[in-house]
């Protein structure tokens, strides 16, 4: 397994009764998160969390700020954006029981932010970047990519869809 390119280790005992952290990405840590979340840039990578102690783990809360540069899927121009994304996470022992094929598992909306702790530390810069993967635009849109699209001779949905032979139809004389 390869090392994260963004590591900030938190241990049980750093976190203690609480901490605030505040960790920033340097430029080549910036350029490997980019290459692995398929970014054209990353210009700043922020996390800033409250780190404490609880029953059986560690609670981190915090926010994601963000200066990203994706690829427009419909025509690959850069499309930047800024984001301030949260987190609000708890790492405990003992969490992910094994359950077999056929049992069926419910998770409660709390449970969903609940992660196994492994050992007695956590990686918040790793869950700075899992945290700023969830948050990217699954299909980033340029503001100009409809204008280029018809430049190019490609049809909107409107134009091409199921209904576009009716709407051309409509206003015609009957013959």
Same mark, same amino acid.
């Given at each position: 397994m390869t090392a994260p390119e963004f590591?900030? +280790? =938190?241990?049980?005992?750093?976190?203690?009764?609480?901490?605030?952290?505040?960790?920033?990405?340097?430029e080549a840590a910036r @350029?490997?998160?980019?290459?692995?979340?398929?970014l054209v840039a990353l210009d700043r990578? +922020? =996390?800033k969390a409250e780190i404490r102690a609880v029953a059986g783990g560690i609670a981190t809360r915090g926010k994601v700020?963000?200066? @990203?540069?994706?690829?427009?899927a419909a025509t690959d121009l850069p499309v930047p954006a800024r984001l301030s994304e949260p987190f609000d996470l708890r790492f405990l022992r003992d969490v992910g029981a094994e359950a077999s094929a056929e049992e069926e598992i419910e998770i409660a909306d709390a449970d969903c932010d609940i992660l196994p702790l492994e050992g007695d530390r956590i990686d918040l810069g790793e869950?700075?970047?899992?945290?700023?993967?969830?948050?990217?635009?699954?299909?980033p849109r340029?503001?100009?990519?409809?204008?280029?699209?018809?430049?190019?001779?490609?049809?909107?949905?409107?134009?091409?869809?199921p209904f576009?032979?009716?709407?051309?139809?409509?206003?015609?004389p009957k013959a």
């Open positions: 590591s900030h +280790i =938190v241990t049980l005992a750093d976190a203690g009764q609480g901490r605030d952290v505040a960790i920033e990405a340097d @350029v490997a998160i980019a290459r692995r979340l398929g990578f +922020i =996390v700020d963000a200066h @990203v540069v994706q690829s427009c869950v700075g970047v899992q945290t700023l993967s969830l948050a990217l635009a699954p299909f340029h503001p100009d990519a409809d204008r280029i699209l018809a430049e190019r001779g490609v049809l909107s949905e409107e134009q091409a869809g576009a032979a009716l709407a051309k139809l409509q206003g015609k």
